[in-house]
Nanobody
Framework: QVQLAESGGGSVEAGGSLRLSCAAS??????????MGWFRQAPGKKREGVAA???????TYADSAKGRFTISQVNAKNTLYLDMNNLQLEDTAMYYC?????????????????????WGQGTQVTVSS
């Protein structure tokens, strides 16, 4: 089982930026065989997909994230990133990274939490006015 650990959350004013990181524990020969995603859950709301990246480096973004967020990964570091710019009040949430072993086919719904098997504990992002 892959263990994921998020970091980089915090409090920021509207319009500010944050970079979230997700460190994954995997055996080296499996680097690059995982699809990864960032999800968030605001109080009282369902968890929603924000951005995803597959084993071929293809990215998918929620409409709310397009043009503001960028997902990336460095396989050599076994780390996933989410760069968030122009943060808004509605971006306040707990952010989670997720992964699933998918070496052969891309995910059908990369922003669906049902596609993923491994989850981190989350990192809180709070945006204030």
């Amino acid at each position: 089982q892959v263990q994921l650990a998020e970091s980089g959350g915090g409090s920021v004013e509207a319009g500010g930026s944050l970079r979230l990181s997700c460190a994954a524990s995997r055996v080296k020969y499996e680097y690059g065989f995982y699809s990864m995603g960032w999800f968030r859950q605001a109080p009282g709301k369902k968890r929603e997909g924000v951005a995803a990246i597959d084993t071929g480096g293809r990215t998918t973004y929620a409409d709310s994230a397009k043009g503001r967020f960028t997902i990336s990964q460095v396989n050599a570091k076994n780390t996933l990133y989410l760069d968030m710019n122009n943060l808004q009040l509605e971006d306040t949430a707990m952010y989670y990274c997720a992964s699933v072993y998918s070496p052969y086919y891309p995910l059908d719904s990369p922003l669906s939490e049902a596609e993923y098997e491994d989850w981190g504990q989350g990192t809180q992002v709070t945006v204030s006015s």
